[in-house]
């Protein structure tokens, strides 16, 4: 029995030397040094992307290149605020002059795309301004929460939330940048079509008066000169990039939101066919919960995001179905507005489908909890099932959907209904080319 007593109080001793340890080292990592910079948190997976947003005006926040997320701050008088307030300026007078140029122009459903793609170009630079303001409010509970559970209890998964990010956003930006290129090579040659099909002259066919066509909006203000191109190529380039950053920004927050519901899941299920005292199953339902608080405040934060993330996808989808149906008279033409639409189509369904294992990772629980014996079914085991069941985990736009695959399928849907009704509008409508 002395051997037996022995054996247990050494194990014992050992077992609350790992607690000390992992306990000092959370202490080490919530000072913001150098351990919490080798730790795969969610900060330190988007820091690189949001300093390279900060050239486009996106994500005012200060100091964010320091390694502890609790210097990063947003500042009313900062140089990131005021770059941001630049961009807001320039893009401002671009849409207002752009505006103005369509309404004389005439203002219809097809000219009205580079409107709308300003409009809400501005319009999410204000709704990132507004996330910026709360993200001390979520950066400090979303950090302290890694560092809980990148250390035992908690297993770290396979693959880090870092390779995961990496691997998304290189490769949504390839393609982005290929859809960009093709845009000016798709205009360029329904510009010299329409000179060739509607001028004698066709000594106009030259990249400057393409780019005075194309940058109309800025030639209105400024003399056609190489300052002026690349400024127009520059501010394209901006509200481009703010467009894919949205939908990328959305996809990162899930992939880290996703990832520790899944650690959390991996815990649950590591408990079956065991004896689990009540004072185990309380720890496990506070981690829980704080779980559910972090992506309820992350989506409170970040709905309007959502939201018209999910609106100009859908609007610009229908223009670019309705322009490969009516209007494509090149080759060229063809590989941009499928491309452009392929594209378009998949990073959508890329919001939807990461945003989704929110949800879904967040019920994997209940498969633990349904194989409890009776005997064992508690008092704190009920309440944990009824936390798990009680209120949907996810984000939403505004609440009044949530990034689902139902939800997925269901905008599908209604693209398609929409869709149908713009080809027989436009059925309607003269199909010859205008000289205009």
Not at 7 to 35: D, P, T, Y
Not at 240 to 267: C, E, M, P, Y
Not at 308 to 327: D, E, G, P
Request: proline share 3%.
């Amino acid at each position: 029995m002395s051997k037996a007593a022995d054996s247990i109080l050494k194990h014992l001793k050992v077992q609350r030397q790992k607690q000390r340890a992992i306990l000092k080292m959370r202490w080490r990592c919530a000072q913001g040094g150098f351990e919490f910079e080798q730790l795969d948190t969610f900060y330190r997976a988007i820091r690189p992307y949001l300093c390279v947003a900060q050239f486009f005006g996106i994500m005012p926040l200060s100091n964010l290149l320091s390694r502890n997320p609790q210097d990063v701050k947003f500042k009313v008088r900062s140089i990131s605020l005021g770059v941001t307030g630049l961009f807001l300026l320039l893009g401002g007078i671009k849409t207002l002059v752009g505006a103005n140029v369509i309404f004389n122009a005439g203002l219809n459903a097809k000219n009205m795309v580079g409107l709308v793609f300003l409009i809400v170009g501005i319009i999410n630079w204000l709704n990132f301004v507004g996330f910026a303001r709360s993200w001390s409010h979520i950066m400090l509970p979303w950090s302290s929460l890694d560092i809980l559970m990148l250390f035992p209890p908690y297993k770290r998964c396979k693959r880090s939330l870092r390779s995961r990010v990496n691997l998304v956003v290189i490769t949504v930006f390839c393609f982005a940048i290929g859809d960009h290129v093709l845009y000016y090579a798709s205009g360029y040659r329904s510009y010299s079509m329409h000179i060739k099909q509607c001028q004698t002259n066709h000594s106009r066919i030259t990249f400057e008066h393409y780019f005075e066509k194309e940058f109309s909006d800025i030639m209105f203000l400024l003399p056609y000169n190489m300052f002026s191109v690349c400024y127009g190529f520059w501010l394209n380039g901006s509200f481009t990039f703010l467009w894919n950053f949205t939908d990328i920004f959305i996809v990162i927050t899930s992939i880290g939101l996703a990832q520790r519901f899944q650690q959390f899941a991996d815990r649950v299920l590591a408990l079956e066919g065991r004896h689990v005292p009540d004072a185990l199953w309380y720890d496990i339902r506070r981690d829980h919960i704080r779980l559910c608080e972090l992506t309820s405040l992350v989506d409170d934060s970040m709905s309007n995001i959502v939201f018209v993330s999910c609106a100009n996808n859908v609007y610009v989808i229908c223009n670019q179905a309705l322009a490969i149906f009516t209007k494509l008279r090149t080759p060229i033409n063809y590989v941009y507005f499928w491309y452009s639409l392929i594209f378009l189509l998949a990073r959508t369904s890329l919001v939807f489908m990461t945003a989704s294992k929110i949800h879904d990772t967040s019920l994997l629980p209940l498969k633990s909890l349904y194989l409890v014996p009776n005997g064992h079914w508690t008092q704190e085991v009920q309440r944990f099932a009824n936390q798990l069941t009680s209120e949907f985990v996810g984000l939403s736009g505004y609440r009044l959907y949530y990034l689902t695959r139902k939800s997925l399928f269901g905008m599908l849907a209604t693209l398609v209904t929409y869709e149908l009704m713009l080809l027989q509008m436009d059925a309607k409508s003269p199909k010859d080319l205008r000289c205009t």
